[in-house]
Nanobody
Framework: QVQLVESGGGLVQPGGSLRLSCSAS????????MGWFRQAPGKEREFVAA????????YYADFVKGRFTISRDNAKNTVYLQMNSLKPEDTAVYYC??????????????????WGQGTQVTVSS
């Protein structure tokens, strides 16, 4: 079982930037797609971005296109989420997750079978 640990969250002003990291244990990290999701208070967990096993393909929710960038370093067992031009509506707990490898779409939380504990991102002046 892969264990995932997120870091890099915090308080940032609107228009600012943060870089989230997700470190994974285990030797199979490079075999799986990875995703970032977020959950705001009172809302369902939603898809933010995903990246395939090699890093050659990336996918984004419409509301982060052009502002967020997902990347991975398989040698370091780490996936990143660079967040620029942050808005107050980006405030949420951000989770990284490992795709289960067979369920297809990266857009649904149910298709990911390992999750980190989450890191809080607050965008406020």
């Amino acid at each position: 079982q892969v264990q995932l640990v997120e870091s890099g969250g915090g308080l940032v002003q609107p228009g600012g930037s943060l870089r989230l990291s997700c470190s994974a244990s285990g030797r199979t990290f490079s075999s799986y797609a990875m995703g970032w999701f977020r959950q705001a208070p009172g809302k369902e967990r939603e898809f933010v971005a995903a990246i395939n096993w090699s890093g050659g393909s990336t996918y984004y929710a419409d509301f982060v296109k052009g502002r967020f960038t997902i990347s991975r370093d398989n040698a370091k067992n780490t996936v990143y989420l660079q967040m620029n031009s942050l808005k107050p509506e980006d405030t949420a707990v951000y989770y990284c997750a490992k795709h289960d490898g067979h369920s297809g779409s990266y857009y649904y939380p149910r298709n990911f079978n390992s999750w980190g504990q989450g890191t809080q991102v607050t965008v406020s002046s």
